[in-house]
Structures are given as structure tokens and as C-alpha cells.
């Protein structure tokens, strides 16, 4: 058997569809779709199947994926013999909350650069939720991200910081009879903040329904700078974790509302599959993450 169909059977699955696997990998279309029946033959079984317009996997199919990514690990153990420093090499995919990507890792990703520059480093920014099914699905290495509270025994997960969470308003915004404390009342702006699952927006949202707030309407947006220009010209107000407005505040572009009722912070983690092999690429970018949060 040929290590790339089993490569190729895994992108496609990654990826969604043949085309995108083709794509990922530098082949043509009718390169994994040949793979594929050759994968099939050699195993005497149908993996995907017409469906529509759609190719989708079959019954043993799914049984094959846990067989494969067993098998794509072994060949990266072997890979990685001997390999150290410099030396490193083969993929890390990593997927990561978007507020941590855009704040707290340009220093973690130089630094991995710089010592492991022939690694195929892939990073994708997905909301908590999706990254912890990427994670038991082996479809991501790694995923730093916030603990959302439904834990998932097949994962590691190590606690990195927690983080401070506040409302952000214009300086514009009028807010001097303003008071998030007292209930039962609707108050004359938007809520600009990031989609359903936001582990913040669903902080916010929790203590509006319990204290029956209502504002006139939400904005969603899928960029945290997008959120802050938007509240800055003063289109509403947003719930953001405190180190992504901080240059914002401290020149005045923004300004925070306080809620003396609500102390809401977010815990930080790194997570990974419990039968995850830690390659030499994915142990150094844990040991430079651990040591960039001032972890032990």
C-alpha cells in the first residue's frame, strides 16, 4: 500500500471534497480521484460514495479514518528519528481562538520560526467549539483557545492565564445615567460583538437575561478590529477581553463602562488529543507558548 492514499484519503476528509484535497496537495483532480480507487482495490472496500453532487464517505469509510490517522502518525514518528533544533521538520497544524491569534502569539510564532524554520507550520482561527472538534478529530495538532466548560475526555488540556473581559463604549457614548447593574431596562445602542459561540458574547448575553437587559439590536462581526473601529465611531458598545482593547483605552479611542455587579474573566488553554503523539515540531511550539505565558 502507498503511504500517499492514505495521505490523500485524509485531505480529503480535512478539506471537505476532492477538489480542495487536490488543491492542498499540488495534484490534479483526477490524481486523488485515481488514488482513491487504487485505495479502494487494494482494500476491497467502497470509502466514498455519490451522494448528489456530493462525494461523501461510506460506513467503512469511517472506520478507516481512525486506522489512518494511526498509521500518518507512525510515519511521522519515523520521520522525526534523530531530528532535533534546526533540524526539525515535518507539519504542525494548530487551530486558535482568533483574540489569541491577533494578540498574544506574534512573539510565540517569530520565535518558532526562528528555531524550527523547515517546519510546515498551518494555523486556522475558529471559535473555541470548533476547535475542540478539530482537536478529538484529529484534524488539528494542536488548539489554543478559552476553556468553554464542556470538558472532552479524549483531550489534554493545560491552563495557560486568565484573562479580564470588559465593555468598551465610544468616548462619544453617552452613558452618565448609565447603570448595567440595575435590571429590567432597554438601553438605546447595538451590541457589536463576535458571532453566537464567543465564549465573551456568551458571558454578556448570560448576564443580560438573567438581569432582563435588552439593547436595540447585535451586530456580529467575525473581526475584533472590525469590532473595535465600529465602537469606536461610536455605532454601539462591545464585551472584549481586556488586552485587546488595552491600546485603545490607554489613548483614549475607547473607554470602558464599568459593571460593578459583573467580574467576568476567561481562562486561556492549550489542548491537544489525548493520543496525540507530541512530535518534535508540536513539543517545541508547547514549550515556547508555556514559557511565553510564564508557565512552568
Keep these: 500500500m502507498d503511504i500517499r492514499h492514505f495521505k490523500t484519503f485524509k485531505s480529503i476528509i480535512e478539506e471537505g471534497n476532492f477538489s480542495n484535497a487536490a488543491m492542498k496537495l499540488g495534484y490534479t483532480q483526477s490524481t486523488v480521484t485515481s488514488q482513491i480507487q487504487q485505495l479502494e482495490q487494494e482494500l476491497s472496500i467502497k470509502l466514498f460514495e455519490k451522494i448528489g453532487r456530493n462525494m461523501v464517505l461510506t460506513p467503512l469509510g469511517k472506520e478507516l479514518i481512525p486506522y489512518a490517522d494511526e498509521l500518518l502518525n507512525t510515519v511521522k514518528k519515523i520521520e522525526s528519528i534523530g531530528k532535533c533544533g534546526d533540524n526539525i521538520t515535518g507539519e504542525l497544524k494548530i487551530a486558535v481562538a482568533e483574540s489569541l491569534m491577533s494578540y498574544k502569539l506574534q512573539n510565540v510564532l517569530y520565535m518558532f520560526k526562528e528555531k524550527a524554520p523547515n517546519v510546515k507550520l498551518s494555523m486556522v482561527s475558529l471559535n473555541c467549539y470548533d476547535i475542540k472538534n478539530m482537536l478529538a478529530s484529529g484534524e488539528a495538532d494542536l488548539g489554543l483557545m478559552y476553556n468553554v466548560g464542556s470538558e472532552n475526555k479524549s483531550l489534554n488540556a493545560v491552563k495557560l492565564s486568565d484573562f479580564g473581559v470588559t465593555l468598551v463604549c465610544s468616548p462619544q457614548f453617552e452613558q452618565e445615567n448609565l447603570d448595567l447593574c440595575k435590571p429590567n431596562q432597554k438601553i438605546n445602542t447595538s451590541l457589536i460583538i463576535n458571532e453566537v459561540e464567543s465564549i465573551y458574547r456568551k458571558i454578556l448575553e448570560s448576564y443580560f437575561f438573567d438581569k432582563n437587559i435588552f439593547l436595540n439590536n447585535t451586530i ?53 488529543h489525548k493520543n496525540k503523539w507530541i512530535s518534535p515540531a508540536m513539543s517545541l511550539f508547547i514549550e515556547l507558548v508555556r514559557k511565553d505565558f510564564k508557565i512552568g
Design 220 to 272: 456580529e462581526l467575525g473581526s475584533i478590529e472590525a469590532i473595535k473601529k465600529c465602537v469606536a465611531s461610536n455605532l454601539g458598545i462591545s464585551f472584549l477581553p481586556r488586552f485587546t482593547v488595552e491600546e485603545e483605552l490607554n489613548n483614549g479611542k475607547l473607554k470602558e463602562i464599568k459593571i460593578g455587579c459583573l467580574d467576568a474573566k476567561i481562562t486561556a488553554i492549550y489542548a491537544y
